[in-house]
């Protein structure tokens, strides 16, 4: 299993990113995916859950209507629109494989810095 998350930055605050995760070694559209981000100094927080067909999504409270988890399935891709990004946002972004009871694999991240 191999996820390889890109797309992270430096952008002002009000600014938008799009994050991509490409998976290889499994099969994608078995499986629900998140993305799940890292501050400096705390701890991992849940941002987004999207089921297998897409049909689904579920946000944290921090970014609900501010960001939009979406998946190809043809291209075993992830993606994570952020819009709206406050300093609040700024945090290392793990997409991460979905079982029912953990993140059983993860990518190595990426940065996403927003700054004045």
């Known amino acids: 299993v191999q996820l390889v998350e890109s797309g992270g930055g430096m952008v002002q605050p009000g600014g938008s990113l799009r994050l991509s995760c490409a998976a290889r070694?499994?099969?994608?559209?078995?499986?629900?995916m998140s993305w799940v981000r890292q501050a400096p100094g705390k701890g991992p927080e849940w941002v987004s859950t999207i089921d297998t067909g897409g049909g689904s999504a579920f946000y944290a409270g921090s970014v609900k209507g501010r960001f939009s988890i979406s998946r190809d399935n043809a291209n075993n891709t992830l993606y994570l629109q952020m819009n709206s990004l406050s300093t609040e946002d700024t945090a290392l972004y793990y997409c991460?494989?979905?079982?029912?009871?953990?993140?059983?694999?993860w990518g190595q991240g990426t940065q996403v810095t927003v700054s004045s």
């Open positions: 070694g499994f099969i994608f559209s078995s499986y629900a």
């Open positions: 991460a494989r979905t079982t029912t009871t953990a993140y059983d694999y």
